[in-house]
């Protein structure tokens, strides 16, 4: 699944491990989202969108 995550955290200039902190995942598993090697689960992508204070669908496109 494709995502925004990468320029969504970088707009903030957080690190992978100071958004890893923030969702309280590791830092490991920010980077298989951002690379497309893993889809977060629902609960996380919910949680990543709170974060962003988007909706999923801006962040997430499951189309790719």
């Known amino acids: 699944m494709k995502n925004r995550l990468k320029v969504l955290r970088a707009m903030r ?3 992978q491990a100071e958004l890893a902190e923030r969702l309280d995942v590791s830092r490991q ?3 298989a989202i951002e690379t497309g ?3 977060p689960s629902l609960p996380l992508a ?3 969108a709170r974060l962003f204070e988007l909706p999923i669908e801006e962040i ?3 189309e790719a």
């Open 37 to 39: 090697k893993h889809d």
């Open 46 to 48: 919910f949680r990543i």
């Open 60 to 62: 997430f496109d499951d």
């Open 29 to 31: 598993a920010v980077n």
């Open 13 to 15: 200039n957080w690190s």
